[in-house]
């Protein structure tokens, strides 16, 4: 059981097929919901800082391990989901400078002696991160429609019926639990 984990979460090697896909993206959800748990409830230390740095890298290789695979399954490379992330880039560049981020640069512009002042500039961080809250609905749509779309179009995308340079069709050799 630990090397057919082992090959599905962390092995870039191979294709799945959609319902391995969409069972491996279910458990690496309940995977990352424990994680967003885990920091609610324990709050911020060192140890958390270390922690939530080792599970970004982690959560990273299982992201390019699934859907990787998902993607070679149907004879594609991963450069399809690179540009998903540099759009999620995009989108959240976006939604920062657009939720608060535009009008925190243009009063710092405006009033270059305000970076001397400690307190006038907390004041305006605070006054963003406000803003920026007030607007956290608004950014999770925006920052979830691009990955939903994407393990759609990789749940209903049918895979190459034949070999191809990625490996044998559907690799029912993987499977979860």
Not at 49 to 60: D, E, G, K, R, V
Not at 78 to 97: E, H
Request: some cysteine; aromatic content about 14%; hydrophobic content about 50%.
């Amino acid at each position: 059981m630990f090397k057919q984990a082992y090959s599905l979460f962390l092995s870039p090697r191979g294709r799945i097929g959609r319902g391995v896909f969409i069972k491996a993206v279910l458990v690496w959800g309940v995977f990352y919901a424990a994680q967003y748990f885990w920091f609610e409830k324990t709050g911020t230390s060192n140890l958390n800082f270390y922690l939530s740095l080792a599970l970004l890298i982690l959560n990273i290789q299982v992201v390019f391990c699934i859907f990787g695979k998902r993607l070679h399954d149907f004879g594609r490379s991963t450069w399809a989901l690179i540009g998903l992330f540099a759009l999620l880039l995009i989108i959240a560049i976006f939604v920062m400078l657009n939720f608060g981020g535009l009008e925190y640069f243009n009063t710092i512009m405006e009033n270059p002696g305000l970076q001397s002042d400690p307190q006038a500039m907390k004041d305006v961080h605070q006054i963003y991160q406000d803003t920026l809250g007030e607007n956290i609905p608004k950014s999770r749509i925006l920052m979830s429609i691009l990955p939903v779309g994407f393990i759609l179009w990789l749940a209903v995308t049918p895979g190459q019926a034949c070999d191809n340079r990625y490996g044998e069709p559907l690799n029912t050799g993987t499977k979860i639990m």
